[in-house]
């Protein structure tokens, strides 16, 4: 893991702690989570299936977020940019 992958991981941390967080439903932090901590301990994308699983899950959340209101689409795509700046370097952007 490099400093810069959990520095990712901690601005996900800070959304989901902050008021970002509290629209979030149990089951949606859940899926942030679990997207955060694969993409976090992945190696090689093009060997992990999880991980590549985990770029899609995030991307559909957010779309859902922005799609029922709840999130706006700056939010929407901060969480992602943080989440897939937990994983390699191909997926940081």
Partial sequence: MTSRRAEAYGRVVRILNGPDGQELQPEEVDRIRL??????FCEDVELDSDARA?????ADLA???????RWDEDTAEALVSDVLACGPVAFAG
């Fill in 63 to 69: 779309v859902e977020l922005v799609e029922s209101g």
């Fill in 35 to 40: 997207a955060s901590d694969s993409l976090l």
């Fill in 54 to 58: 985990a770029a899609d899950e995030i």
